[in-house]
């Protein structure tokens, strides 16, 4: 059985919002998975440090921002990845310098198998999906939105990618709350 992860970012790093109340909005938009401008419409947007942000303010690969925010470092050593499975939308950071960029999940499956994942009232806790919905898919979003709980899920192969790479800030975890989630 291949194992799946849900996707975030990891606790000890930067935490970023939309600097005015529009780009928040926007930000929102992408946490609820609503629909957003086509890339080629795009203007990006200036995210600011939130203000229970970890100390030091040192900008991993992968970072939340109402949902995952990855480095130039992260869209380069992904591509192949991203290409196949997301769109990235440029953001600036108002502490950092370089590329950032919003990921969003243009996989979207009907994958996940109800019998035996664990569903509460506050959504997905424990994910079992059919692997040939999934097929070779390396990152995907659910077609139920409201079971991602904001994030996207990803293959062990993904999960290897991150490591080879040497990517910083990348959270896998197996299970919703999971006290042994993986932080590269």
């Not at 790093?13 to 609503?34: A, H, S, W």
């Not at 019998?115 to 139920?144: H, I, K, P, T």
Request: aromatic share 16%.
């Amino acid at each position: 059985m291949t194992q799946f992860y849900r996707l975030s970012a990891g606790a000890s790093y930067p935490i970023y919002q939309g600097r005015t109340k529009l780009e928040e909005v926007v930000v929102r938009d992408f946490l609820n998975f609503k629909p957003v401008p086509p890339l080629c419409d795009w203007q990006p947007l200036t995210l600011t440090l939130y203000e229970s942000s970890p100390k030091p303010y040192k900008p991993g690969d992968c970072m939340h921002a109402g949902g995952i925010l990855i480095s130039e470092r992260a869209a380069d050593a992904l591509h192949d990845i991203w290409q196949r499975h997301a769109q990235l939308y440029p953001v600036f950071l108002d502490n950092a310098d370089g590329n950032f960029y919003f990921v969003r999940a243009t996989t979207v499956l009907d994958c996940l198998d109800h019998e035996q994942s664990e569903l509460d009232r506050y959504g997905l806790r424990r994910w079992v999906f059919d692997e040939n919905a999934v097929g070779d898919a390396d990152f995907f979003w659910l077609n139920e939105p409201s079971l991602c709980l904001f994030y996207p899920f990803v293959s062990e192969g993904f999960k290897q990618r991150v490591k080879k790479a040497k990517l910083k800030g990348f959270c896998f975890e197996a299970r919703f709350g999971d006290p042994k989630a993986w932080v590269s």
